[in-house]
């Protein structure tokens, strides 16, 4: 069976180093809030060039916490739109909703997958506080027009990270480009923990120290409380892991960009929609190598019996789940379209050269 993704193989790559790091944090008797999670933080600073991160519990909770501190900030207000991609995962959207806020879905380029910036403008209300791009599958969504249109509506920027850590657009780190960013390091990310955890990189200092107030019960003091808080924090054990892992990030990003050039060069089969490599090879870090067809379910199948294991990434849109019900009837043809052709192959920074031709062979094959 060819792994859609590996994770006992990626982590054992580290296994002594992840060992050696957990034994140190359960001797320090210290657990969170402690010098692996500030160590981490640091380190995630000096990779994005951000001038804060804020270590908190997963992705989600990094988004809503962005909001959520906009709203204490007095930026944004319950009411107030923000508008996101029509076709991200759900966890986008979940932020936005969680806050009282109101999501305006704008379609995805066919091209990119990320969300049609010629589209934007057209959608922004006196309502509009910000844009939520999201660099889906990897790759970066960043553009001149896009800062022009926030400058122009005075909106804030808000990268959802979760997907392209180590990619970037002219030199500039994802996580770095927008007002604030949020990261994902579930366990199947670029860089994964092995358990949830997230981050919030800015560097507006006033948003960054209100965001650390938030995840820590609304305190930055003990037992001084300025919010109605989250507790919504790193622990010490996967801060550790991730100070680790992060050392290898670029390496391991370089074998995703070489599998999907392969991959691109070699799968030859016309009933399939092969994603565009950039002309820039910063611009996408590769967290999932998405295909298209019509014909979505019968090649997951087939790949399926040819011992392929392969993932939908995601085949329903947030504005058909149930239970985002006010927004089933909407129209978003692009969007559909999108969910209902998708499959994602496997690509991992632990694949071997002959697994990658395999899927070459099978999917020429089909």
């Known amino acids: 069976m060819i792994k859609f993704l590996d994770l006992q193989k990626i982590n054992a790559q580290y296994k002594d180093e992840l060992k050696r790091v957990v034994d140190e944090v359960i001797d320090s008797g210290w657990y969170l809030l402690g010098e692996r999670c500030r160590s981490f933080e640091n380190k995630l600073t000096e990779y994005t060039n951000a001038k804060h991160a804020i270590a908190v519990a997963n992705g989600l909770d990094a988004l809503r916490i962005i909001l959520r501190a906009y709203i204490e900030l007095g930026y944004m207000q319950e009411g107030d739109e923000i508008i996101v991609p029509a076709n991200t995962y759900i966890a986008s959207v979940l932020a936005i909703t969680e806050n009282r806020l109101i999501p305006v879905f704008v379609e995805p380029s066919l091209d990119s997958y990320n969300i049609d910036i010629n589209n934007i403008e057209n959608k922004i209300s006196d309502r509009t506080r910000a844009i939520m791009i999201v660099h889906l599958y990897g790759r970066v969504c960043w553009s001149e027009k896009l800062t022009s249109i926030a400058s122009k509506y005075n909106l804030k920027i808000i990268e959802d990270n979760a997907q392209a850590i180590g990619a970037s657009f002219n030199g500039i780190k994802t996580g770095n480009l927008g007002d604030a960013a949020g990261f994902s390091f579930y366990p199947g990310k670029n860089l994964g923990a092995l358990g949830d955890s997230g981050a919030v990189t800015t560097s507006d200092s006033k948003l960054a120290d209100t965001i650390r107030a938030i995840s820590n019960y609304g305190s930055n003091q003990k037992y001084i409380n300025a919010y109605t808080g989250l507790n919504s924090r790193m622990d010490e054990i996967q801060a550790a892991f991730l100070t680790v892992k992060i050392k290898y990030i670029d390496k391991e990003n370089d074998i995703r960009k070489a599998i999907a050039k392969h991959y691109i060069d070699n799968i030859k089969n016309d009933k399939i929609i092969l994603p565009i490599y950039p002309n820039s090879p910063e611009n996408h870090v590769w967290h999932l190598f998405v295909i298209r067809t019509i014909n979505r379910d019968d090649l997951q199948k087939y790949l399926a019996d040819h011992n392929i294991?392969?993932?939908?990434?995601?085949?329903?849109?947030?504005?058909?789940?149930?239970?985002?019900?006010?927004?089933?009837?909407?129209?978003?043809?692009?969007?559909?379209?999108?969910?209902?052709?998708?499959?994602?192959l496997p690509i991992s920074p632990v694949m071997k050269e002959s697994e990658v031709d395999r899927v070459i062979d099978i999917m020429n094959k089909w």
Request: aromatic content about 8%.
């Open 309 to 344: 294991q392969t993932i939908i990434h995601y085949p329903i849109p947030p504005h058909k789940q149930n239970c985002y019900s006010n927004y089933n009837n909407i129209n978003l043809p692009i969007t559909e379209k999108i969910h209902n052709e998708v499959l994602s």
